[in-house]
């Protein structure tokens, strides 16, 4: 594998981690929503929540659009999803691993 191809992954990667990022992206499983509408559910002011949702366009999961003083966002990429689901089943896989240990 190419070290740029290599590179371009842990840049997209490191935009997932931040259990911000991921429920933004969450949110936008079921379609576009407007900012207005997300930025309530952020206990944070909306230059942080802005800050979030720059770094997920930088790398191509989220787009937005305008319209007048509003600001909708979609997921450009909705594959990132399948992620999510394989990363849950490391996390069950790993609860059933460490529950049988304790048995023994």
């Known amino acids: 594998m ?3 191809e290599l590179k371009a992954r842990a840049k997209v990667m490191r935009a997932l981690a931040s259990p ?3 429920r933004i992206i ?3 499983r079921h379609g576009e929503r407007c900012m207005c509408d997300l930025q309530p559910l952020f206990p944070r002011n909306k230059s942080t ?3 979030h ?3 997920l366009r930088y790398v191509g999961i989220v787009g937005e659009r305008r ?3 509003r600001i909708y966002l979609r997921l450009l990429t909705p594959c990132i999803l399948n992620m999510f ?3 849950m089943g490391v996390v069950r896989t790993e609860a059933k691993r460490q529950a049988a240990l304790l048995k023994e």
């Open 2 to 4: 190419e070290t740029e």
């Open 20 to 22: 911000v990022r991921l």
């Open 26 to 28: 969450e949110e936008l």
């Open 49 to 51: 929540l802005s800050r």
């Open 53 to 55: 949702i720059a770094e």
């Open 67 to 69: 319209e007048g003083v």
């Open 85 to 87: 689901d394989c990363a």
